[in-house]
């Protein structure tokens, strides 16, 4: 009977273990974030993934990876491993209107005087965009900061050039979506780990 018993709880123990490994990923709208990714040989966790909305279109989904959890775009900013901020487009989207919306996401959520001094960054993201004619659904973008290397940004697979060494240009990327005025507050919630996954 005790060795029936072991049995039952090694089950019920395993099946608790594959349920918490479950919950760490999440999918949405057809898009799966994996509980954990491995950037520089470091395990990063999901802090938080959604959907943007722009009306009622789904534009995209993001999902945001850091070495510990954390709730604040300051809190982001001080954690000293690498971070990575990933998106996947759920709808065809001109590039040049991406390029444009991640410039004034920026703009709107950093100083006059920090945003002047981005402004070649600024310029050289627009112009990753519009080298694409479109984005289609399925398409992914990826944005890495990594220590002493600087801001990566994959578009479709392909590395866009060579690193934004500033730091505060990969601060000002996660203003897009984690700043004061953020590019869709529900999307800031779920991406600091604000709503359940």
């Known amino acids: ?18 349920g918490s490994a479950l919950a760490q990923s999440t999918t949405l709208a057809g898009v799966t974030y994996n509980g954990s990714v491995e950037l520089q040989g470091q395990s990063l966790k999901l802090n938080g993934a959604g959907i943007r909305y722009k ?20 809190a982001i900013v001080e954690l000293p491993g690498p971070k990575r901020l990933s998106l996947t487009m759920l709808r065809e989207v001109k590039s040049g209107e991406m390029g444009r919306l991640f410039m004034r996401g920026m ?24 080298d694409y004619k479109t984005l289609q659904a399925g398409d992914p973008i990826v944005i890495d900061w990594i220590p002493g290397v600087g ?47």
């Open 1 to 18: 009977m005790r060795r029936l018993y072991r049995i039952v709880g090694f089950v019920l123990s395993a099946a608790v273990l594959a």
């Open 55 to 74: 009306t009622i279109l789904r534009v995209y989904t993001a999902g945001l990876y850091l070495e510990s959890k954390a709730q604040n775009i300051s």
């Open 107 to 130: 703009e709107d959520n950093i100083d006059k005087v920090s945003f002047a001094k981005l402004l070649g960054s600024v310029a050289r993201t627009s112009q990753i965009f519009s």
């Open 151 to 197: 801001t990566v940004i994959t578009v479709k697979g392909k590395m866009q050039g060579k690193p934004f060494e500033d730091p505060l240009f990969f601060q000002a990327l996660l203003g897009i979506w984690l700043g004061e005025r953020p590019a869709d507050w529900k999307l800031k919630e779920a991406l600091l780990g604000q709503v359940g996954l």
